[in-house]
């Protein structure tokens, strides 16, 4: 017989519904709150169906076994080290496989700024299930998530579960952005981490990581939001910041570990990541305006 809830071992806690719209008007909490969440350990004849589907989002992480869940009219199979995220109001349908059930935390998120999180893991209605590389990490999260709600669900503690549900979320994007070792992307971050005192050519990299150059530049805008050399710049730069905070080295001398011929140009570089000269960069804690020339070196 198909159960909702009752398994060994579970844990399940639900907020008030006046609570829930106190904490929906208040700053933080009005931009992401808890309103449902629990664990369900091999919850063999686990199912759920919701025709109208919720006026939350919700999020379930699949720590081992596998389901399979029917989000508005596709049919999807939920494994270990998967999440299934459900858009509000979408109809739904979900359950524990037959031979190996699964064993589940889930949240019920409601605030204004949960589907904008949910939409950067990059699910949809149509596909609805994502990776979790980090179990350990979210099931962590997810566990303290519970356990605030288990406490009471006062208001700092409705505080203290939305804080961690949105670490929960911005980490399991995270996850999905960064590059898996081994792959392309992460190779060719580890090259560029390595010669921060040289040029990089592009199609040499992308050689170098066996993919084509547009598809490697694919790979990096991704991921950082820009190109490979664009990263490659970040990268020194932020050698650079070292240097100026960590060392008496002069600019000249740093411009030279960096790779950079031309202190002056190295200076013009640095002001149009950072908004000040190198030196300026170095004063900025002294306790009184900079005013840099233009090139300052």
Sequence with gaps: MPLQ??????????????????????????RLVVT?????????????????????????ICASGSGWARVGSGMHRVG?????????????????????PWTIWWAHLMGSDVSKLADCLEATTARPVVPVRSIGRAVALMDEIVTYLERDQSPVRLLGAAGTAWKLLTQLSVDRLLPEPGDPLQRAMS?????????????????LVGVSPS???????????????????ALRMARARQLLDTTDATVTEIASELGFDDAFYFSRVFRKHHGLSPSGFRRRHEGYEVADAAFEV
Excluded: C, N
């Excluded at 063999?44 to 919720?54: K, L």
């Excluded at 270990?80 to 190996?100: N, T």
């Design 5 to 30: 809830e009752g398994f060994r071992g579970q844990r399940l806690t639900s907020v008030p519904r006046p609570l829930v719209a106190e904490a929906l008007r208040r700053p933080i909490t009005g």
């Design 36 to 60: 449902d969440a629990g664990y369900y350990p091999d919850a063999a004849d686990h199912r759920m169906h919701r025709p109208r589907g919720t006026p939350e989002v919700l999020l379930i």
């Design 80 to 100: 270990a080290w998967q999440a299934l995220v459900i858009p509000r109001g979408v109809a739904h349908e979900y359950g524990a496989d037959e031979r190996s």
């Design 191 to 207: 090259y560029l981490a390595e010669r921060l005192d040289g040029k990089v050519k592009v199609p040499e990299l992308a050689r």
């Design 215 to 233: 598809h490697l530049s694919t790979l990096f805008r991704r991921a950082t939001g820009g190109g490979v050399l664009a990263h490659h710049t």
